[in-house]
């Protein structure tokens, strides 16, 4: 196994296990979202660090507050990896609220679209990024009414935050949905797939790669062309890293999780363990990239893809976690 990746791993089982002890009550498919957020950065997680930013957080915010449900602990971990977090939780719920005066509506998503736009732009640029979010999410709501929905606020939101002129974007992931339909569905996460990859700046190779990724962890049973892993995939799609061995990573990864507490067959499906496996051998591979990045052919924005990633995570864990919530209730 990669060093890299084995570092990861024991960072996040670990991590999991520490957070679960601070919060035993919380959705223990948040409390593993909390864990990854720092093993991506290679960190061990402080437990009181998160909680206070959880106590800071319900300070600043009311009983029924979007902030205070399933989203609290992955905003809560979020902050703490930041320098300033009181300035960062407060333009947070500044942006929210313009959001939602905006006409988006409230929900988890949106708390992490507001947290995203808040830590990536100064408060000057709050406003015209909101926007352009608006802009994206609107072009995509006028080609698929059905298939648009709070899910994509945070994709919107990342499209906002880019350089690529709206217009533009909803038209390139429109041809990307009309050429990917026939291998992969129409279907929500088909939507995920497309946003995923013009946020990326795929290229005419992304396609093919996409395509030979699927067959190659399909034969190695390790499908990813569900629901929530789609758009990982295609994240997998962007990176340059030669695909079987890209492969081979994935399932040495997956199979060394798929022992550990808290991520064994009784404690979580295939296609979620498959979310984490992907998101740290992506994570690595960009590492790898970003360091190579003066004399490497990669044309994506490697910042953008990083960001994707584990917005893709958050989206695809927190509406997990929720569902799970509401079906046990």
Same mark, same amino acid.
């Given at each position: 196994m990669n060093p890299q990746d084995q570092i990861r791993l024991e960072l996040l089982t670990a991590n999991m296990q520490n957070i679960k002890k601070e919060f035993p009550w919380q959705n223990v498919n948040v409390t593993r979202l909390a864990a990854l957020l720092y093993a991506l950065e290679g960190n061990e997680a402080p437990a009181e660090a998160i909680r206070n930013s959880y106590n800071m957080l319900k300070e600043n915010?009311?009983?029924?507050?979007?902030?205070?449900?399933?989203?609290?602990?992955?905003?809560?971990?979020?902050?703490?990896?930041?320098?300033?977090?009181?300035?960062?939780?407060?333009?947070?719920?500044?942006?929210?609220?313009?959001?939602?005066?905006?006409?988006?509506?409230?929900?988890?998503?949106?708390?992490?679209?507001?947290?995203?736009?808040?830590?990536?732009?100064?408060?000057?640029?709050?406003?015209?990024t909101i926007e352009r979010m608006k802009a994206f999410y609107e072009g995509m709501k006028q080609h698929h009414r059905f298939l648009t929905n709070r899910d994509d606020y945070i994709f919107a939101a990342m +499209?906002?935050?880019?350089?690529?002129?709206? !217009?533009? /974007?909803? =038209?390139?992931?429109?041809? %990307?949905?009309?050429? @990917?339909?026939?291998?992969?569905?129409?279907?929500?996460? +088909?939507?995920?797939?497309?946003?995923?990859? !013009?946020? /990326?700046? =795929?290229?005419?190779?992304? %396609?093919?790669?996409? @395509?030979?990724?699927?067959?190659?962890?399909k034969d190695?049973?390790?499908?990813?062309?569900?629901?929530?892993?789609?758009?990982?995939?295609?994240?997998?799609? %962007?990176?340059?890293?030669?695909?079987?061995?890209?492969?081979?990573?994935?399932?040495?990864?997956?199979?060394?999780?798929?022992?550990?507490?808290?991520?064994?067959?009784?404690?979580?499906?295939?296609?979620?363990?498959?979310l984490y496996t992907a998101a740290l051998v992506a994570s690595r591979n960009i590492d790898e990239a970003r360091q190579d990045v003066l004399t490497s052919n990669l044309t994506t924005n490697i910042t953008n893809i990083i960001i994707a990633q584990q917005t893709a995570m958050i989206a695809a864990v927190t509406a997990g976690a929720a569902a799970s919530s509401s079906a046990s209730g």
């Open positions: 915010t009311s009983r029924f507050s979007m902030f205070r449900n399933m989203a609290a602990i992955a905003i809560s971990s979020m902050l703490s990896l930041h320098g300033d977090q009181e300035t960062q939780l407060q333009r947070t719920l500044s942006v929210y609220e313009q959001l939602k005066q905006d006409g988006f509506k409230a929900s988890e998503y949106l708390v992490i679209a507001a947290y995203e736009i808040a830590a990536n732009t100064a408060p000057n640029q709050h406003i015209h +499209l906002g935050l880019s350089d690529i002129d709206p !217009v533009v /974007g909803v =038209e390139r992931m429109e041809q %990307l949905h009309l050429s @990917l339909k026939p291998e992969f569905r129409n279907s929500n996460s +088909l939507q995920s797939l497309t946003q995923v990859l !013009v946020l /990326g700046g =795929e290229n005419r190779d992304t %396609l093919d790669r996409l @395509l030979l990724l699927r067959e190659l962890l190695r049973d390790l499908r990813m062309d569900k629901q929530y892993t789609l758009s990982s995939l295609g994240v997998l799609a %962007l990176l340059p890293a030669d695909p079987k061995v890209m492969v081979d990573d994935i399932a040495e990864v997956y199979a060394y999780l798929h022992e550990q507490k808290g991520f064994t067959r009784w404690s979580l499906n295939k296609e979620q363990r498959l």
